[in-house]
């Protein structure tokens, strides 16, 4: 049996789907602990290509149970669409298949609303750039303790009244500040639909992984976004609104940390970002070009270009600790196949003085010039390697030296988008 946590280690996107996909072949349960559907795992099986938003990333295989945990902000128009997309493609889901937790907290159209106008004020600098689908807003109606939960989805009559109540509420904030009000009646009816959808798959999920462990089950919790983006450990404000590092998966689905086995960090190659905030490493010349060209670093839920820079061991060095990783999954490595040479960030230099710990203020981040260290390129291809000792002399070196700047060994490497581009190290 084995308990384990997935999570990014950096800004997200660092390839979770396809590494969750990969590992869920012995997993009886894949949950989802944090977040909504601003994630965005993408999973390739032969030449199908599948982004899941807010369905675990079990859910294409026939033995798996996927949990959407009570730490996930579920929308339920978006969950709806997303199941039956995946249903007329012939993905088998049912709520034999998939549960939601009924301690969920809903996403609402006027915390859609709120996301987008909040943005949009926002001044130049101080823009987040969310992914505008109501997280921040839905997990600030949680923690007000005014939030819609999953559970009252099955009393329709319970539903309307208090999404009624809400609306009304939301309506004279955005009456106030001169923006156009929610047609309630139209918004009631939409939700109506997707209701009486989703009812069927919550479940009091706290009870599903519990006992799938005390049945010595194997699970797999599933991070969304990645450790810089952590509400409480990330580049705040520039952050997401929920707790994406290990510690969530407990939280956020009600298993006790004494259970947890194993914890995977997921750690591209290179570094990306999408949304505004520090990130050290950018690169704004034709070496950022060449890695988006090349990574195909479009965002999975918004398609914005996503930021590319080098990879940095500060960052990747406090994330391993924060989140405790016994092993590292690095992805996208045949991405850096072309470069003749490929700086690492060993350190930062903050006004003169050489820093090797990630600073916890995010204007010192801002201002935090990289120290790179260089390393040979291996200018061949990896994408058909499928063991370490396949790989290009450089690119093994390449490897050693992230895992030991990181301190976490290397255990998955991904050549490549495909299920079997991948190899135990
Ligand atoms: P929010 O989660 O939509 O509120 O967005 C907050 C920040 O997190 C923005 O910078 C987003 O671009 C970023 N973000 C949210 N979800 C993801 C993700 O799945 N991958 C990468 N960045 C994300």
Redesign the pocket.
């Known amino acids: 049996m084995s308990i384990s946590v997935l999570v990014g280690v950096q800004?997200?996107?660092e390839g979770k789907g396809k590494i969750i996909d990969v590992l869920t072949r012995d997993v009886d349960v894949v949950a989802r602990f944090q977040?909504g559907n601003?994630?965005?795992h993408t999973v390739e099986i032969g030449d199908e290509k599948y982004v899941l938003h807010l369905v675990p990333s079990g859910i294409f295989r026939d033995e798996t149970l996927c949990v959407i945990g009570n730490g996930v902000v579920v929308a339920p128009d978006a969950l709806k669409s997303e199941i039956s997309d995946l249903q007329e493609r012939g993905i088998d889901i049912s709520p034999a298949k998939l549960e939601v937790s009924s301690r969920c907290h809903l996403i609402l159209p006027y915390h859609r609303l709120m996301d987008e106008v909040r943005e949009a004020r926002r001044s130049s600098g101080n823009k987040?750039?969310?992914?505008?689908?109501g997280?921040?807003p839905a997990y600030a109606d949680k923690a007000s303790r005014t939030g819609i939960r999953a559970v009252e989805l099955a009393d329709l009559a319970r539903l309307e009244e208090r999404f009624r109540a809400q609306t009304e509420y939301y309506n004279s904030i955005f009456a106030g500040i001169g923006v156009e009000q929610l047609d309630v009646d139209a918004e009631w009816e939409a939700l109506k639909t997707a209701a009486e959808f989703i009812a069927p798959y919550v479940k009091d999920t706290v009870l599903t992984v519990n006992r799938a462990a005390s049945q010595g089950k194997n699970i797999l919790f599933e991070g969304?976004?990645g450790m810089w983006?952590d509400v409480d450990y990330g580049t705040y404000p520039?952050?997401?609104?929920s707790n994406t590092t290990s510690g969530g998966a407990c939280t956020g689905t009600g298993l006790s940390p004494k259970y947890i086995d194993n914890v995977v960090g997921v750690m591209k190659a290179y570094t990306t970002r999408?949304?505004?905030?520090p990130f050290p490493t950018e690169l704004f010349d034709e070496m950022g070009e060449e890695l988006r060209r090349v990574g195909g670093e479009f965002g999975a839920?918004t398609g914005r270009p996503r930021r590319c820079g080098w990879f940095d061991a500060v960052s990747s060095r406090y994330s391993c600790m924060v989140n405790g990783v016994d092993e590292l999954a690095i992805t996208k490595l045949d991405v850096l196949d072309g470069f003749d040479e490929i700086p690492v960030c060993v350190a930062y230099d903050l006004d003169g003085k050489k820093v090797t710990d990630m600073p916890s203020d995010t204007r010192d981040i801002t201002s935090a010039k990289p120290i790179y260290e260089s390393m040979p390129g291996w200018k061949a291809s990896t994408s058909d390697a499928r063991s370490l000792d396949e790989l290009p002399d450089n690119a093994r070196r390449y490897l050693d030296r992230i895992s030991e700047l990181v301190e976490a060994k290397v255990g998955i490497v991904s050549v490549g988008p495909n299920r079997d581009q991948t190899f135990q190290a």
């Open positions: 800004w997200g996107d977040g601003n994630a965005g987040i750039g969310t992914t505008k689908r997280i921040g969304a976004q983006l520039f952050v997401t609104s999408v949304g505004a905030g839920t």
